[in-house]
């Protein structure tokens, strides 16, 4: 799942960026504007828009528009027109909308699920033409409209109110869709908007592009395209051409011309296509059942699909999502470590401001998943009933919003007050041991459907043969990978919670990063351990990690093996480290150390930098759990005081608030960071 995680810093700034927009209600016509005349040719009402000043915008069509400077009530006349409005955070824009949109029906079922107020706005049609004497009664600064479908339309309503500003945008190539999405932009004010919508949209492309690079020309898979059925067929010159085309598949019919060319089965026989794509609503069954296509290869492998919804062929921005998605079944090799229900989620999420919640996507109700031991484990495509064994396994599911699908946690988590605390939740859930001591009666009593336990559980592949339940490892002193593994796991809303944290775990020890770059010399760190001042960590620890990301060096690096090690003060002195850290565990004190005539001579000791590690919120500091991010900035202010520049107090502050959602007070603060 790494490759999703790329876009994680800019997630979070489209998710600011949109969020504003997403849910204004579009203003009802004035009911007392009247036309003044029924002639042909309508003069518009006298009104405030006709007067402010104008400024230009060149539409699809190559025409020079003059529109208001500021336009505050805009007729929008196509259904993937509004939602790209709706997508700039501009609905409450839109008085007019299209006779689909006013229904709430096929094409305009989708926006109008996250913009109901949109079926109160008018829709100016008399039959299948816009009814100029409406329109301008409803007196718009300007007309939106677009599609070669309906063209007409809009020529036929300029012929009969020329003063009324049409701008076409018509989104019926992919070539030329990002320049659509600035001209809509131009003509509601959302230049900017657009600009992040635009590099949002241009990233999903590039993904797909980027993950199909090496097919071969030879090994494209061969699509057909139909309609409602299989004897209908988009052609080359259709935008659903270039979703096959940007989903690296070869379009079968491109040489087909004209408006959803009939095909005969003689002819879809000889294309052979391997998978055959329907539009909404049409039954695959149909297809899979009928004896004149059992010869085709889609049919006989059951690669036959319709879109989950209408809207995904053109015009929307959804059709730009589903490019992935057909690229997810005409690739699934290519495409196994994404989970395209996650990645619907954080289309619509960004891009319109809502979850996906519409039909499943993926082609079963499981998927394989490499664990972070490397194991290929089979678990359910959304987990509902998630059992954690480890307690910074557990810690993390929680952050990440996994309180209604745990269904157990380990039993160190369940004695934390302050975890319950923070998720009343824990206190109702049943305690299953640990991964090293699991109560295998109290997990299969809890009906799992998926264990989550720590990269060094003893024997996961026994423990799931034994259960019968899929079992994942998550390596937790990777930071930002097993957060990621998780929340893609857990998927839903916990991606996009999964790449807030990642995000925030990015900026703060990039500012690190920063302020030390400067530094010439590293500063050189020793960690006592549980068995007193003479034992350490090596590099396979947590304190290795931290230590080494907080920008210092581990002394005892050289030690090989997991847990703390006995040193001899020899060791110590030939080290001579220059900061000095005792873990909680520890059973000597800052004052020990100090006190103790052998450590005399060693740098730490010499200039009072010695240390004990605080104890930390709901675990102490150097184990791998959420708070290693405050434990790595505490461990930068110890070695680099004057380079690093932290306000540690403020620090945690944000730290607890934006991970915990606690806040905690100045006391509260204070004596969590003065350990002894």
């Known amino acids: 799942m790494k490759k999703r995680f790329v876009f994680g810093l800019m997630l979070v700034t489209l998710l600011a960026f949109f969020a504003a927009g997403c849910g204004n209600s579009a203003p009802v016509a004035d009911p007392e504007i009247a036309a003044e005349s029924t002639d042909v040719v309508v003069e518009p009402p006298a009104s405030e828009s006709t007067t402010l000043d104008t400024v230009s915008v060149v539409d699809s069509l190559g025409n020079e528009v003059l529109i208001p400077s500021e336009v505050t009530r805009v007729a929008s006349m196509r259904s993937g027109i509004t939602e790209i409005i ?74 009969q109110a020329p003063d009324l500003p049409i701008v076409i945008a018509h989104f019926e190539t992919l070539d030329a869709y990002m320049d659509d999405i600035r001209v809509v932009a131009r003509c509601v004010g959302a230049e900017d908007r657009a600009e992040v919508l635009i590099t949002y949209l241009q990233s999903k492309l590039d993904f797909i592009a980027e993950t199909l690079a ?115 079944k005409f690739y699934p090799a290519y495409f196994s470590d994404v989970d395209i229900e996650s990645e619907a989620d954080e289309f619509y999420r960004n891009v319109f401001g809502v979850p996906y919640d519409g039909p499943a996507l993926a082609d079963s109700d499981t998927r394989i998943v490499t664990d972070m031991n490397g194991r290929e484990v089979e678990i359910p495509a959304h987990p509902r009933r998630v059992v954690s ?62 264990i989550l336990t720590a990269s060094w559980h003893r024997d996961p592949d026994e423990t799931q043969e034994k259960l019968g339940v899929p079992v994942l490892c998550a390596d937790l002193n990777d930071y930002k990978e097993s957060v990621a593994f998780i929340g893609s796991v857990l998927g839903g809303d916990a991606v996009e919670r999964a790449d807030e944290l990642i995000s925030y775990y990015d900026t703060k020890m990039a500012a690190v990063a920063d302020a030390l770059s400067a530094v010439d010399e590293k500063t050189t760190v020793y960690v006592g351990g549980g068995d007193g001042f003479l034992s350490t960590f090596g590099a396979e620890s947590t304190w290795h990690y931290e230590v080494e990301a907080a920008g210092g060096v581990n002394v ?3 030690l090989v093996g997991g847990g703390s090690h006995e040193v001899s003060m020899e060791d110590i002195v030939l080290w001579d480290p220059d900061v000095i850290v005792l873990d909680q565990s520890c059973p000597d004190g800052v004052a020990d150390v100090l006190a103790d005539s052998r450590w005399e001579s060693v740098t730490a000791v010499k200039e009072g930098r010695v240390y004990r590690s605080p104890a930390g919120f709901l675990d102490v500091w150097g184990r791998p759990h959420l708070e290693t991010l405050l434990s790595r900035l505490w461990l930068a202010d110890k070695c680099y005081p004057e380079a690093a520049d932290l306000d540690m107090a403020a620090e945690a502050k944000e730290f607890y608030a934006t991970v915990y959602g606690v806040e905690l007070s100045d006391a509260e603060v204070e004596a969590l960071l003065s350990a002894e």
């Not at 501009?90 to 079922?109: C, P, T, W």
């Not at 085309?245 to 296509?273: F, H, I, R, T, Y």
Request: a negative charge; glycine letters at 8%; proline letters at 5%.
């Open 556 to 558: 005892s690096a050289d």
């Open 86 to 159: 709706c997508a700039l955070g501009e609905a409450e824009k839109i008085v007019a909308v299209d006779e689909m949109v006013k229904a709430g029906e096929m094409y305009g079922m989708f926006v109008t699920s996250i913009h109901p107020e949109l079926m109160d706005a008018d829709a100016p049609y008399a039959g299948r033409d816009i009814n100029a004497e409406e329109m301008l009664r409803i007196a718009p600064d300007l007309v939106l409209h677009g599609g070669y479908g309906r063209i007409k339309q809009a020529e036929a309503l300029k012929e």
């Open 389 to 450: 064994v480890f307690p910074y396994v557990t810690f993390t599911t929680l952050a990440l919003g996994g309180e209604d699908v745990l269904v157990a946690i380990d039993s160190m988590s369940a004695k934390i007050e302050k975890l319950a605390e923070v998720y009343p939740v824990v206190q109702d859930l049943p305690d299953v041991g640990t991964f090293f001591g699991l109560n295998e009666e109290s997990v299969l009593l809890a009906e799992p459907d998926l």
């Open 214 to 328: 090496d097919v071969p020309d030879d090994e494209k898979v061969r699509v057909f395209y139909g309609g409602h059925d299989a004897y209908h067929a988009y052609g080359g010159e259709t935008f659903e051409h270039a979703q096959i085309v940007n989903a690296g598949g070869v379009n079968v019919a491109e040489s087909l011309a004209g408006w959803m060319p009939e095909v005969s089965p003689e002819q879809l026989l000889e294309w052979d296509p391997e998978v055959i794509v329907l539009l909404n609503g049409a039954s695959v069954d149909e297809v899979l059942n009928d004896s004149k296509l059992e010869g085709l290869s889609a049919v006989a492998n059951k690669r036959v699909y319709a879109l989950p919804e209408a809207g995904w062929d053109f015009s929307s921005p959804r059709a730009l999502f589903c490019i992935e998605w057909l690229a997810t």
